[in-house]
């Protein structure tokens, strides 16, 4: 069974910096890509950030210049540092990895819990 545990989460205040982690366990044979995606109240669950196995990345344009993603293979881990927050920036963020379980399964998505951001003004 898969599981991606995020952490890092909170509150803080506009211009502040917070850093996510989130760490996929249980039987896996690959990952590819990894992202972090975010839900704030009333709204669609948007992409904020991927990073894909070969390090390319990619980010929602709100996020640009202010958030980094980057990896670890060695721990299945994916990390969001978020700097100059803003208030917009409120929102659950969930992590997500598309991954297989064996060599010959076909690759899926698999997402965590959501961990709470809030930023105040």
């Known amino acids: 069974q898969v599981q991606l545990v995020e952490s890092g989460g909170g509150l803080v205040q506009a211009g502040g910096s917070l850093r996510l982690s989130c760490a996929v366990s249980g039987r896996i044979f690959s990952i590819n890509d990894m992202g972090w995606y975010r839900q704030a109240p009333g709204k669609q669950r948007e992409l904020v950030a991927v990073v894909g196995s070969n390090d390319s990345t990619n980010y929602a344009d709100s996020v640009k210049g202010r958030f980094t993603i980057s990896r670890d293979n060695g721990k299945n881990t994916v990390y969001l540092q978020m700097n100059s927050l803003k208030a917009e920036d409120t929102a659950v963020y969930y992590c997500?990895?598309?991954?297989?379980?064996?060599?010959?399964?076909?690759?899926?998505?698999?997402w965590g819990q959501g961990t709470q951001v809030t930023v105040s003004s």
């Open positions: 997500n990895a598309d991954l297989r379980v064996w060599r010959w399964a076909t690759s899926r998505d698999y």
